[in-house]
């Protein structure tokens, strides 16, 4: 029998603690322990995990001086053709090593496995199979085309949006999706391809135990949003709704903290006057920086509550759901009503609260203000979410899909 490999093209990956980096790597340990080979190349330096079958190929963009003519293009291509569009060049510095790498295996069965965000995976990815027999799985976490956080773009942006999405769907022998709505909405929009779309959600690693955890003594709440603030995830609602409730006598300023860790966008918070005021009364607390994922966990295990703010999208479920579900904390979600988000937090057994982003502000400030007076003790998620959102079992659809495409039926032990 062949060797069974599986190429995977994923811009993101550990040791990079970024939130796309997750999802590759439960699928790349876990087909790992299933039989297969994983060979990854990445734009994330491997340098301190040499544990890992990886490839480092530096993205040229970040690399590279910006006086180049090359660095100017792509900064040209990212502004004016698909905003956001990371990894153009990367991903030709990309393909050309997973030729190199498929040359040195030429009797393996090879599938080449794709991972979007951003751009340059499925590029590099269609340019490897556009002229092969190589069957090819692009995984959407975002969709290309009618992003939420992506305001403003021109007609031709949206239409070259589409045709790139579209075009990864035409060519790539499956396409999976990470949330229900998501996979609704491909399956809709591209009929012809709704036998290849497949959902396969993110999940969390069931060898990643979380222990119980006891919060210190404070005579105040910590409601902690721990992550990036960007591309529509504006939680300058939340704030200032705790401000006019505090301005009415209705919280204390004193008893109640919100905490925002990790890098944030200008308009994804109020202006720079709202801070300062905040910040002198003591309740909010901002610490800009991208911290380690297991400094990112202590924090988020010492608030009384976590904030999740995803109020742009309605198919998209963030990453850190996870991971907030298995702390147990009560989680205040702002959110849009009838979401994957809130299915999964009505089913999951953890105390939430939901604040709608097309709510009043009487709506908002009673929300708000609920989940504040709520009791925060720590409920662990249920079997229900342990059984449906568990990255080996989720890993095992995946296999199922390899195997189908290259017409194998799954070995019996």
């Known amino acids: ?142 969709p290309l085309a009618d992003v939420p956080g992506h305001i403003g773009l021109t007609r031709f942006q949206q239409k070259l949006s589409r045709w790139l999405e579209r075009t990864v769907l035409e060519t790539a022998t499956v396409t999976i999706v990470n949330t229900d709505a998501a996979a609704e909405k491909f399956r809709n929009t591209y009929p012809k391809q709704r036998n290849r779309i497949h959902l396969i959600w993110n999940g969390f690693d069931p060898e990643d135990r979380i222990e119980r955890h006891l919060l210190p003594e404070r005579d105040y709440q910590l409601v902690s949003h721990v992550g990036e603030l960007y591309g529509g995830r504006n939680v300058s609602p939340l704030l200032e709704s705790v401000s006019r409730l505090i301005e009415a006598g209705r919280l204390v300023s004193t008893r109640i903290r919100i905490r925002l860790v990790g890098p944030i966008e200008s308009d994804s918070v109020p202006g720079p006057e709202f801070l300062m005021r905040a910040r002198q009364q003591g309740w909010l607390e901002l610490f800009p920086e991208l911290v380690p994922q297991h400094e990112a966990r202590r924090i988020a295990q010492d608030s009384d509550g976590l904030l999740l703010v995803q109020p742009q999208s309605a198919i998209q479920v963030p990453g850190k759901l996870f991971e907030y579900l298995r702390l147990g904390r009560p989680v205040l979600a702002f959110i849009l009503p009838n979401t994957p988000i809130e299915r999964i937090l009505k089913q999951s057994g953890v105390v939430y609260r939901c604040a709608y982003a097309d709510s009043s502000i009487q709506e908002m400030d009673n929300a708000v203000q609920s989940f504040i007076d709520l009791d925060k003790t720590a409920d662990q998620a249920n079997i229900w979410f342990e059984e449906n959102f568990n990255a080996k079992k989720q890993t095992m659809t995946l296999d199922a899909l390899i195997r189908s495409i290259h017409g194998r039926q799954r070995e019996t032990t």
Request: glycine share 4%.
């Open 1 to 142: 029998m062949p060797d069974r490999i599986v190429l995977m093209l994923a811009y993101h990956f550990p040791p990079e603690n970024a939130i796309g980096a997750a999802r590759p790597y439960h699928f790349y340990k876990y087909l790992s322990q299933m039989g297969y080979r994983c060979h990854v190349i990445t734009a994330a330096d491997q340098e301190t995990r040499p544990d890992l079958d990886s490839e480092y190929i530096p993205d040229p963009f970040m690399t590279q001086p910006r006086e180049e003519i090359g660095w100017q293009l792509e900064r040209a291509a990212r502004k004016l053709l698909v905003p956001g569009g990371t990894g153009i060049r990367w991903s030709r510095l990309a393909c050309r090593a997973a030729h190199a790498f498929l040359r040195s295996n030429p009797n393996a069965e090879v599938t080449i496995f794709s991972s979007y965000p951003p751009l340059g995976t499925h590029v590099a990815a269609f340019q490897l199979t556009r002229s092969s027999q190589l069957k090819w799985i692009a995984d959407f976490r975002d």
